[in-house]
T-cell receptor, first 114, second 116 residues
Framework: AQKITQTQPGMFVQEKEAVTLDCTYDTSDQSYGLFWYKQPSSGEMIFLIYQGSYDEQNATEGRYSLNFQKARKSANLVISASQLGDSAMYFCAMREGQGGKLIFGQGTELSVKP | NAGVTQTPKFQVLKTGQSMTLQCAQDMNHNSMYWYRQDPGMGLRLIYYSASEGTTDKGEVPNGYNVSRLNKREFSLRLESAAPSQTSVYFC???????????????FGDGTRLSIL
């Protein structure tokens, strides 16, 4: 069965430093997609970044980058130069099968300290 | 530019009452989804509709029904609410039809539902 694991329930980082949020996945599919979403305390889900299983380059979107290690089945999110506004829950998700369904990890709560 | 709109935002029900959560999207997406979010468990898929006229069960469908009214609207119904259905419910939509797709799901702001 397909599964997403986020092993860090909570993380702290100093403002302006970089932080890595871990995500490992399990799938037998050759073709899949990995997504990261941010959920601030206000509750909305904000799409951050996407990595396809066939993408040869690691995805980047501004201060967000994805460290994709296919052999290890990991898709870690790297946030560079953390800001106070980055404090939020972060969810890793994998697109599963037909219909575009997502399965989510349990999330990591990131707190950025001034 | 509304995106995905969910109504209501908050609701309190008594055990056994019924309710329909409404969701509408204005992005002309084919696929729509309903998730629930419980503390410490991330989001879990209840039902989804890959295209207008089709619906399928997700991971946790028991106690729920859905209707894909048209391409824009996808409703979730609790026929007889139970305290275990207290949760935050999210509707989402995407353009994904065939895999693989890099199209993200766009989420509504959620409905906080409490069942006493």
């Amino acid at each position: 069965a397909q599964k997403i694991t986020q092993t860090q329930p909570g993380m702290f980082v100093q403002e302006k430093e970089a932080v890595t949020l871990d995500c490992t996945y399990d799938t037998s599919d050759q073709s899949y997609g990995l997504f990261w979403y941010k959920q601030p305390s206000s509750g909305e889900m904000i799409f951050l970044i996407y990595q396809g299983s066939y993408d040869e380059q690691n995805a980047t979107e501004g201060r967000y980058s994805l460290n994709f290690q296919k052999a290890r089945k990991s898709a870690n999110l790297v946030i560079s130069a953390s800001q106070l506004g980055d404090s939020a829950m972060y969810f890793c998700a994998m697109r599963e099968g037909q219909g575009g369904k997502l399965i989510f990890g349990q999330g990591t709560e990131l707190s950025v300290k001034p | 530019n509304a995106g995905v709109t969910q109504t209501p935002k908050f609701q309190v029900l008594k055990t056994g009452q019924s309710m329909t959560l409404q969701c509408a999207q204005d992005m002309n997406h084919n696929s729509m989804y309903w998730y629930r979010q419980d503390p410490g468990m991330g989001l879990r898929l209840i039902y989804y509709s890959a295209s207008e006229g089709t619906t399928d069960k997700g991971e946790v469908p028991n106690g729920y029904n859905v209707s894909r009214l048209n391409k824009r609207e996808f409703s979730l119904r609790l026929e007889s609410a139970a305290p275990s259905q207290t949760s935050v419910y999210f509707c989402a939509s995407s353009e994904a039809r065939l895999e693989p797709s890099n199209q993200p799901q766009h989420f509504g702001d959620g409905t906080r539902l409490s069942i006493l």
